[in-house]
């Protein structure tokens, strides 16, 4: 297997089978789209689903959003043989982590399901929301993919640092 790591903004094809395209996930939603027929899929990773209607983003920072990564991943697919009347999807993300930062996760889950549904492209398998982060593993030319709710961690006590033990060359902590 051949892994293909893909972060916020990135997104990653394959029609070679032993291909496994992987992203962590919190706010943040994946798409992994797939055509069943020319064996072709692919992931994008987006922070935001649209920039909001007075922010204009740089030309540089559209990956960030989904509007434009849906487009760039569907664009690369159909370049490698995909048609978009057989693009089938798989939604994860879109997680409400930290509370006090609003309903980002719940936005961006809306923007996809939204996306997904104007454009036609039916949704195999989809968790999005909650409160937790996912590591997603997705073999684009089997069209499979694997989601792993990743435990909450829990904050550990500091730790006592002791005085340096002296009288050699070593010193401990």
């Known amino acids: 297997m051949r892994r293909v790591n893909i972060i916020q903004g990135e997104n990653a094809v394959s029609g070679e089978a032993g291909v496994v395209i992987s992203t962590l996930l919190g706010s943040c939603v994946a798409a992994c789209l797939y055509d069943d027929q020319a064996r072709v899929g692919g992931m994008n990773h987006f922070l935001l689903g649209e920039p909001g209607a007075d922010h204009k983003?740089?030309?540089g920072d559209m990956q960030r959003y989904g509007v434009h990564a849906m487009e760039l991943l569907i664009n690369e697919m159909m370049s490698r043989g995909a048609m978009r009347n057989r693009?089938?999807?798989?939604?994860?993300?879109?997680?409400n982590i930290i509370s006090g930062l609003g309903a980002i996760g719940t936005g961006n889950a809306a923007f996809a399901r939204r996306f997904m549904e104007t454009e036609g492209?039916?949704?195999?398998?989809c968790d999005l929301g909650g409160s937790s982060a996912r590591k997603i593993d997705f073999m684009p030319?089997?069209?499979r993919s694997?989601?792993?709710?990743?435990?909450?961690?829990v904050p550990t006590l500091p730790v006592k640092i002791h005085k340096p033990i002296s009288g050699g060359e070593l010193e401990l902590f």
């Open 57 to 59: 983003p740089r030309p």
């Open 141 to 143: 030319h089997e069209g």
């Open 121 to 125: 492209i039916a949704i195999g398998h």
């Open 146 to 153: 694997r989601c792993v709710k990743v435990a909450d961690i």
């Open 87 to 95: 693009l089938r999807a798989h939604l994860y993300g879109g997680a």
